[in-house]
């Protein structure tokens, strides 16, 4: 048996498809979706993710704004600028690229972004319909597990009843995936770095979705080949100058029923569902 791969390229293209057809929509009400990503100085990693946000936005007809900060800037006014966006109605949806300079870490900032314009979907009012059990993806839910939803859904990989494990606890992908799906009626362990004998809860999983930050960590001895377990490999890690995921693909690849690639896998789904809320945004703006 040989695993699988569950590439985001024909989930894109399907989506892509689903939010030209929305752009286009809007355009004829005189309404063009816009976005602003907020960048504080000159990391090269966000710059290459802003790139991919831009490219992306102007396929599907969207327009694309970058407010590009200095690293020196301090709170009150970074919190004025942000104040701005949330005034400005030409602009629909709101990104602070993240990582900040040390002297922002302190703010709020999943909540700085009014919550009609929080396209990342980390603002605590969007956050809160997970907790109340909602499974509704045209909210302004965080990308990457919204993005993962979907690529189960496009594979027809039903979570209900299903043994989950998520390896790690973060608030942008770890904790609201986890939440997601127990709403999607599966049976949800949330583990992470202090997890004891992670080992025996993978090998006992459905579906293990890692988000670790950790390249290469998961290997052969994770799994179970019994249980021909589907891998959702969230992981963004250079290892020996490449981009590589938390899980060895060439070691488990016999051992697995699916994987997602890494590059080609969640990160271009976590893309494309960031753009779906912005035209959710618009809409939901558009309505009043």
Do not use: W
């Amino acid at each position: 048996m040989t695993a699988k791969i569950l590439s985001a390229a024909p989930v894109v293209a399907q989506i892509k498809k689903d939010l030209i057809h929305r752009c286009e929509a809007l355009k004829k009400r005189g309404l063009t979706p816009s976005m602003c990503v907020v960048l504080v100085g000159d990391n090269p990693a966000s710059m290459s993710y802003i790139r991919n946000k831009k490219r992306m936005c102007e396929e599907i007809g969207a327009k694309f704004q970058l407010l590009h900060l200095s690293d020196k800037i301090e709170a009150a006014e970074f919190i004025q600028e942000i104040e701005k966006l949330n005034a400005d109605s030409s602009i629909n949806g709101i990104i602070i690229q993240l990582p900040v300079s040390e002297q922002l870490k302190k703010l709020p900032l999943p909540n700085l972004v009014t919550p009609s314009k929080d396209i990342d979907g980390f603002h605590g009012l969007n956050t809160q319909s997970l907790y109340l059990g909602s499974t509704d993806l045209s909210l302004l839910l965080p990308c990457t597990p919204k993005g993962i939803i979907n690529l189960l859904k496009f594979y027809q990989i039903n979570p209900q009843g299903k043994s989950v494990v998520v390896v790690g606890r973060s608030l942008i992908v770890g904790k609201p995936l986890a939440m997601l799906l127990s709403n999607m009626d599966a049976t949800v362990v949330l583990a992470h770095s202090k997890t004891k004998n992670l080992r025996d809860f993978t090998k006992q999983a459905d579906i293990v979705i890692s988000a670790i930050g950790k390249a290469h960590f998961f290997d052969r001895s994770y799994f179970d080949h019994a249980r021909q377990t589907i891998v959702i490999d969230v992981g963004m890690n250079s290892l020996d100058g490449k981009l590589t995921g938390d899980v060895n693909q060439d070691d488990i690849r016999d051992v697995v029923e699916a994987m997602t690639p890494v590059p080609g896998g969640v990160g271009p789904m976590t893309v494309i569902s960031l753009i779906e809320n912005l035209i959710s945004a618009t809409e939901k703006q558009s309505k009043g």
